[in-house]
């Protein structure tokens, strides 16, 4: 029985007493004992309640998480005036068209796709018979018209002989008609004899006019067969140019790239045959934010990381820093294009920033448009 229960049945008892007293004597009947109960005879169990140590836990936890956020948040906010990372950036050197100056077949060639050449070496050879045939015709041509030349001369030398000649006949001719001039004024010769001198003079000093006049006609002729005879040399040396342009070199040092030449195949004047990547002028070219470039100078050092060698950082200067981009990719060619958005998410605009590695480690193979990541410290 539970305590509650017996306090109950006690107050029962009191009050049949006090009932007893002031009445008739009743004899008081035994109470019905209620049943057991098993539920009530055991207290309710409290409801659990969360320590307090728990609650004040938890708080910071969460002001903990929310500071580490806001701190981040603030550090990366701050570190763009210390230091400016991309890895929108890439490898890239100068890609040198070898493209031939002549058109003809090709007849031979000399290397293989990426393989490495120098400066000077031989790559192909375009067939050099038709040129060689144009420069023997030209030749003959500058030996005839050389010939010309000492012909040309010679008449010049016998026109000069023949002036002479003519220059002492007028002298002479000038001479005797003045001493026949006073003569003939005293009467010691006559008229006759004076007109004769007068007449061989004029006839004297005619053949000298003629014979001037010849070796003037004589030196026109030298003169145009002389520009007769550079024209032809001129074209000689076109010609011979022509025939040494029938050999392909290579124009710097470099690697053979996408070689799809063949024997067989025509050249064409001017159109690109052999592709070739220099091997000396290799740099980076990275794409920075428009808010961090202006705490760039040239010359800044700079750290390079390749994705074809990772682990490693490579020290490089800022070379040049774009003064300007396009901002429509359909124009503009002289100007680089850097897209402002990437998977539609409109981005800040980019600048391209190039890069020169600093005595780069022999055992480095650059390859033309390898990614790579650039980090740079104000």
């Known amino acids: 029985m539970s305590e509650r229960t017996t306090q109950a049945t006690l107050r029962e008892v009191v009050r049949e007493d006090t009932t007893v007293a002031r009445g008739p004597m009743v004899l008081p009947q035994p109470a019905e004992l209620p049943e057991p109960n098993h539920e009530e005879s055991q207290p309710p169990a409290p409801a659990p309640e969360k320590p307090?140590?728990?609650t004040g836990s938890y708080r910071r936890r969460v002001l903990f998480v929310l500071s580490g956020i806001a701190a981040a948040l603030g550090l990366y906010w701050a570190s763009g005036y210390f230091v400016a990372y991309t890895d929108d950036a890439y490898v890239t050197s100068d890609l040198v068209s070898v493209a031939p100056y002549v058109s003809g077949r090709i007849i031979?060639?000399?290397?293989?796709?990426?393989?490495?050449?120098?400066?000077?070496?031989?790559?192909?050879?375009?067939?050099?018979?038709p040129f060689q045939?144009?420069?023997?015709?030209?030749?003959?041509?500058?030996?005839?018209?050389?010939?010309?030349?000492a012909v040309d001369r010679d008449v010049i030398a016998a026109a000069q002989a023949k002036r002479d000649d003519a220059a002492a006949k007028e002298h002479l001719a000038s001479d005797n008609l003045a001493r026949a001039k006073p003569i003939t004024a005293e009467g010691f010769l006559s008229r006759q004899a004076l007109d004769t001198a007068t007449a061989k003079e004029q006839?004297?000093?005619?053949?000298?006019?003629?014979?001037?006049?010849?070796?003037?006609?004589?030196?026109?002729?030298?003169?145009?067969?002389?520009?007769?005879?550079?024209?032809?040399?001129?074209?000689?040396a076109y010609l011979q140019w022509q025939l040494d342009q029938t050999k392909l070199v290579a124009p710097a040092d470099g690697t053979i790239t996408q070689l799809i030449l063949r024997v067989g195949d025509q050249a064409v004047e001017n159109k690109p045959l052999i592709g070739l990547v220099d091997a000396h002028a290799w740099?980076?070219?990275?794409?920075?934010?428009?808010?961090?470039?202006?705490?760039?100078?040239?010359?800044?050092?700079?750290?390079?990381?390749?994705?074809?060698?990772?682990?490693?950082?490579?020290?490089?200067?800022?070379?040049?820093?774009?003064?300007?981009?396009?901002?429509?990719?359909?124009?503009?060619?002289?100007?680089?294009y850097v897209a402002p958005t990437t998977?539609?998410?409109?981005?800040?605009?980019?600048?391209?920033?190039?890069?020169?590695?600093?005595?780069?480690?022999?055992?480095?193979?650059?390859?033309?448009?390898?990614?790579?990541?650039t980090i740079i410290f104000y």
Do not use: C
């Not at 420069?135 to 050389?146: C, G, H, R, V």
């Not at 070379?319 to 060619?333: C, F, H, L, M």
């Not at 920033?353 to 390859?367: E, F, G, W």
């Open 343 to 373: 998977d539609w998410i409109r981005l800040e605009r980019r600048f391209p920033v190039t890069l020169v590695l600093q005595d780069p480690s022999p055992d480095i193979t650059l390859h033309m448009g390898s990614d790579a990541r």
């Open 108 to 129: 031979s060639l000399n290397i293989a796709d990426n393989q490495t050449v120098k400066k000077g070496e031989l790559l192909a050879t375009i067939d050099p018979t």
């Open 283 to 336: 740099r980076i070219y990275a794409n920075y934010k428009e808010s961090v470039i202006r705490h760039m100078t040239v010359g800044h050092t700079a750290w390079v990381w390749l994705d074809a060698y990772p682990w490693r950082f490579h020290r490089a200067v800022i070379q040049g820093i774009a003064r300007g981009i396009s901002r429509d990719p359909t124009e503009r060619k002289l100007l680089p």
């Open 203 to 236: 006839e004297a000093q005619a053949e000298l006019a003629d014979t001037e006049t010849a070796i003037a006609t004589a030196r026109q002729t030298l003169t145009l067969h002389q520009a007769t005879v550079a024209a032809i040399s001129a074209e000689i």
């Open 52 to 54: 307090a140590a728990d």
């Open 133 to 149: 045939l144009s420069l023997d015709e030209k030749q003959a041509k500058k030996t005839e018209a050389e010939a010309q030349l």
